[in-house]
């Protein structure tokens, strides 16, 4: 059951999912529950400690929208496509080479990662005029289309295993691609852009709220950051599809089945909280939607199990469920912790093999994800699960953008 912090002190009341949580990341959430403009909030049992509104919170706000409860990577995304691609490939030695090489070829980590021939979608003939930091970017974007970034960002193969029939796909193992990133560095510029507009128009807001500073949507920042925002949920979801579109081709593989669903980023959806149904702009910062019978996706780690999921619209959750694991420690902490001899027995043992990743993405910096799913039951129910087996990071030595 959730955990009930009722109003005080000119705080909405809140709900929380998950009993760990660190006391920094309730705080931060008891904050953005003192903003005028909020309404409603829930706490994942992913949540640690974000910019502003921590990872794995969801804010409900009234006509406004706040730049960074949406996210430094806004629409970061994830995405399976099952592919008809025997499991055998995953057991053989020349199976994998084959698959490693289809994601080395087709994919491109890094922070200021691109493709010298540039790939095309038609994502990039949309208005990039909305707002002056998408015109300006358009170029940067095009370069980057179809690449992965650094930080939790990923590409991996493994063994999907559905329990029930889902989006015409029947029960069984299948090999599947999974990928998370997001809107590389341009979403990054509308963000920082636009945050400093926001906190530039709320000067008089306490420090500790600064991070939380809002735009009215029927400003013309505020307009503007929306529609920005929508485009780089075009611009992500483009770059998930040249990623599966282009692996599926090296690997001259057809496509069974397609799942995806992203975070960072705000709904304009309708909710009853406490006053009858109303037009609310839901932030979801690291967490799933989950409205009633909404399809998603949970990864865990490069170790851990990630999972399909059918929302349940749990009470108090604003339709929402975490985005992860969730982490428990800082990268700087992670590098000072593990060596890779140790990290690499772990995942020999587990059937996991890592082509390229950091000391800060190992499966020790994040929650048990069988813990967080178990705190989260009466938001999702589990559909099928997916174990990693060849994963694709950004190198050692890159810094995070997620």
């Known amino acids: 059951m959730?955990?009930?912090?009722?109003s005080s002190s000119g705080r909405i009341a809140w709900k929380q999912w998950g009993t760990d949580l660190e006391s920094e990341s309730i705080k931060q959430m008891h904050n953005a529950c003192s903003l005028p403009v909020a309404a409603a909030a829930a706490l994942m049992p992913d949540a640690h400690v974000g910019y502003g509104l921590p990872i794995g919170g969801v804010l409900a706000t009234r006509n406004a929208v706040i730049p960074?409860?949406?996210?430094?990577?806004?629409?970061?995304?994830?995405?399976?496509?099952?592919?008809?691609?025997?499991?055998?490939?995953?057991?053989?030695?020349?199976?994998?080479?084959?698959?490693?090489?289809?994601?080395?070829?087709?994919?491109?980590?890094?922070?200021?990662?691109?493709?010298?021939?540039?790939?095309?979608?038609?994502?990039?003939?949309?208005?990039?005029?909305?707002?002056?930091?998408?015109?300006?970017?358009?170029?940067?974007?095009?370069?980057?289309l179809g690449t992965s970034g650094s930080g939790n960002h990923f590409v991996e193969f493994g063994v999907f295993t559905l329990e029930a029939q889902a989006e015409g796909l029947a029960p069984g193992t299948y090999l599947a691609l999974l990928s998370h990133s997001g809107s590389r560095g341009t979403g990054a510029g509308v963000c920082d852009h636009y945050s400093k507009v926001a906190m530039g128009a709320r000067p008089d807001l306490p420090k500790e709220l600064s991070r939380l500073a809002w735009l009215d949507l029927d400003s013309q920042e505020g307009r503007e950051y929306?529609?920005?925002?929508?485009?780089?949920?075009?611009?992500?979801?483009?770059?998930?599809?040249?990623?599966?579109?282009?692996?599926?081709?090296?690997?001259?593989?057809g496509v069974l089945a397609i799942f995806e669903n992203h975070h960072n980023f705000a709904w304009l959806e309708t909710h009853d909280v406490g006053n009858g149904p109303e037009e609310l702009i839901v932030h979801r910062k690291g967490a799933t939607p989950a409205g009633p019978g909404v399809l998603g996706f949970i990864p865990g780690s490069m170790a851990a199990p990630g999972f399909l999921v059918r929302g349940k619209g749990g009470a108090g959750s604003l339709d929402s469920s975490s985005h992860g694991a969730g982490r428990v420690m800082s990268r700087t902490k992670a590098k000072q912790s593990f060596v890779w001899g140790n990290v690499k027995k772990e995942l020999r043992e587990k059937g996991v093999e890592v082509i390229s990743a950091g000391l800060d993405e190992v499966p020790g910096v994040y929650k048990d994800i069988h813990a967080v799913m178990a705190a989260q039951a009466d938001l999702v129910e589990t559909i099928a699960r997916f174990d990693p087996k060849l994963v694709k990071m950004a190198p050692e030595g890159e810094r995070a953008e997620d």
């Not at 990039?128 to 370069?143: E, I, M, Q």
């Open 2 to 6: 959730p955990l009930e912090h009722p």
């Open 68 to 144: 960074y409860a949406v996210g430094v990577d806004i629409a970061c995304r994830v995405k399976l496509s099952v592919l008809d691609v025997g499991l055998q490939e995953l057991e053989t030695e020349q199976g994998r080479k084959r698959l490693t090489r289809a994601i080395e070829e087709e994919t491109n980590f890094g922070v200021g990662g691109e493709f010298k021939r540039r790939r095309e979608h038609d994502v990039m003939d949309r208005d990039w005029t909305v707002s002056p930091v998408t015109r300006r970017l358009k170029d940067k974007a095009a370069a980057q």
């Open 226 to 253: 929306w529609d920005a925002m929508n485009l780089m949920g075009h611009y992500a979801s483009a770059n998930h599809a040249l990623i599966h579109k282009h692996v599926a081709k090296n690997l001259k593989a």
